[in-house]
């Protein structure tokens, strides 16, 4: 039983367009999220997090959105960029976890097309 | 700033051989995972250590063992190696869960 879906496996956007990637949880238990993405023949790396007190985090380009009363976040991407073609992992963290034991998404293959 | 190394990069074995993963961090981390990545289906804790002596199980442990040498070491083994256990193993560390993991670039495995 998934307790972070993500059910779209893959997006393509034009460059210079908006990606929104999604994320849905099932534990209402979860104190932080995070998103991670990967490149081909490397390991993820850490792009954004947001702790469950709040509703919005900005970094550049990149804003997490989470709504708690739908267990629902989002990834936007602006503008998009060809160089954010990767998978996207979205990750969740129990309240309580042992050290963070988080809990990973399938993920989503973002294309983004020149 | 190396990180989390993993070594090898790239392993071929047989059904029943056994082999370690090796996996060291200089970031001074406290805590350790294991996770594996399979085609479609995102990443998979195997095991983690939240502090130097302490492994425990995560959602996926079974034909695997740990060792928490140091701070700095986080070993995987493999005692005998199934078909089921091809995939891309990761290592990573954190220092604390909210801060987000620091991956290395993974060890790909192939049971034949």
């Known amino acids: 039983d998934q307790q972070v879906k993500q059910n779209s496996p893959s997006l393509s956007v034009q460059e210079g367009r908006i990606s929104i990637l999604n994320c849905d949880y099932t534990?209402?238990?979860?104190?932080?999220f995070l998103w991670y993405k990967k490149y081909p023949a490397e390991g993820p790396t850490f792009l954004i997090s947001?702790?469950?007190?709040?509703d919005k985090n900005e970094d550049g380009r990149f804003t997490v959105f989470l709504n708690k009363s739908a267990k629902h976040l989002s990834l936007h991407i602006v503008p998009s960029q060809p160089g954010d073609s990767a998978v996207y992992f979205c990750?969740?963290?129990?309240?309580?976890?042992?050290?963070?034991?988080?809990?990973f998404g399938k993920g989503t293959k973002l294309s983004v097309k020149p | 700033n190396a990180g989390v190394t993993q070594t090898p990069k790239f392993q071929v074995l047989k059904t029943g051989q056994s082999m370690t993963l090796q996996c060291a961090q200089d970031?001074?981390?406290?805590?350790m995972y294991w996770y594996r990545q399979d085609p479609g289906m995102g990443l998979r804790l195997i095991y983690y250590?939240?502090?130097?002596?302490?492994?425990d199980k995560g959602e996926v442990p079974n034909g695997y063992n740990v060792s928490r040498l140091n701070k700095r070491e986080f070993s995987l083994r493999l005692e005998s190696a199934a078909p089921s256990q091809t995939s891309v193993y990761f290592c990573?560390?954190?220092?604390?869960?909210?801060?987000?993991?620091?991956f290395g670039s993974g060890t790909r495995l192939t049971v034949v």
């Open positions: 970031m001074n981390h406290n805590s």
């Open positions: 990750a969740a963290s129990p309240i309580g976890g042992s050290q963070g034991n988080l809990i």
């Open positions: 534990n209402s238990m979860f104190d932080y």
């Open positions: 990573a560390s954190s220092e604390a869960y909210n801060y987000g993991y620091t």
């Open positions: 947001i702790s469950s007190i709040k």
């Open positions: 250590s939240a502090s130097e002596g302490t492994t």
